[in-house]
């Protein structure tokens, strides 16, 4: 079983939006740090944001004012709302959960800003 399952990529144009869901099964999420990576093409996995149980948020910072990231803990999901997208956010988008028990990946989902 896959602890963590995104969902919401796709091909958008420039200055469009998008919205990533990452749902999270068969840990206990409210234990978790949650956070979005994300991998362009010949790049390193470079971070994207946090949440922490309790909400608080931390973001890079070619992403703040325009992505903003949140959780439900009730039904054990991060999103990541993505507005203003350009081209240089073309990447795979994937979805983490960590303590100091662990770390787990999501399989990505990829995000293509063109046109």
């Known amino acids: 079983q896959v602890p963590l399952v995104e969902s919401g990529g796709g091909l958008v144009q420039p200055g469009g939006s998008l919205r990533l869901s990452c749902s999270a099964s068969?840990?206990?999420?409210?234990?978790?740090?949650a956070g979005w990576y994300r991998q362009a093409p010949g790049k390193e996995r470079e971070l994207v944001a946090l949440?922490?149980?309790?909400?608080?948020?931390t973001y890079v910072d070619s992403v703040l004012g325009r992505f903003t990231i949140s959780r439900d803990n009730a039904e054990s999901r991060a999103y990541l709302q993505m507005t203003n997208l350009g081209p240089e956010d073309t990447a795979v988008y994937y979805c983490?959960?960590?303590?100091?028990?662990?770390?787990?990946w999501g399989q990505g989902t990829q995000v293509t800003v063109s046109g």
């Open positions: 983490n959960a960590y303590n100091i028990d662990g770390k787990y």
């Open positions: 949440i922490t149980p309790d909400g608080r948020t």
């Open positions: 068969g840990i206990v999420f409210t234990r978790f740090v």
